[in-house]
């Protein structure tokens, strides 16, 4: 048994076609034209703008560097957005940690001390530690 379709719009070609089970398509690249000024504004616009640039998704703690904006899941299970101040082991505790400071203040939440040792310095309520694996996205 063969089933065939043939679409054509403009000079876009779509074909397909199965036999006993067996499936194959091929496809013409559209004749649209492409504006390379355009792309060349927003790569331009992109470049120069102020604020985040490249999200990502970090695999590694290597992939991280003081400073990177991220967004977290808090020990209290919210999603908080800050800056990376500390990255590292904290004393007492075997995974590595971020130490975040946040956007806005989390009631419960630290000044960047953690059992007595400061790691770094922010607003009282507007730090937090979590480990690696909270880490949901960074940018640069």
């Given amino acids: 048994m063969m089933y065939q379709h ?3 719009e403009g000079s876009n070609t779509f074909a397909s076609s199965l036999t006993g089970g067996q499936l194959s398509s091929s496809s013409a690249l559209s ?3 492409s504006s390379s000024s355009s792309s060349a504004s927003s790569v331009r616009s992109w470049r120069t703008s102020k604020g985040p640039h490249r999200v990502f998704v970090p695999h590694s703690p290597m ?3 003081l400073g990177h904006r991220v967004r977290i899941m808090l020990p209290s299970g919210r999603i908080s957005t800050g800056a990376i101040r500390f990255l590292g082991h904290l004393q007492g505790e075997a995974d590595l940690h971020l130490g975040v400071e946040l956007q806005t ?3 419960g939440l630290h000044d960047g001390s953690h059992r007595g040792h400061s790691y770094f310095e922010c607003k009282p309520g507007f ?3 979590v480990p690696f ?8």
Avoid: C, I, T, V
Avoid at 133 to 140: D, R
């Fill in 6 to 8: 043939r679409e054509s």
């Fill in 63 to 65: 992939d991280l560097e």
């Fill in 31 to 33: 004749s649209r034209p």
């Fill in 127 to 129: 730090g937090a530690f």
């Fill in 105 to 107: 203040p989390d009631h």
């Fill in 133 to 140: 694996h909270k880490l949901l996205m960074a940018w640069e």
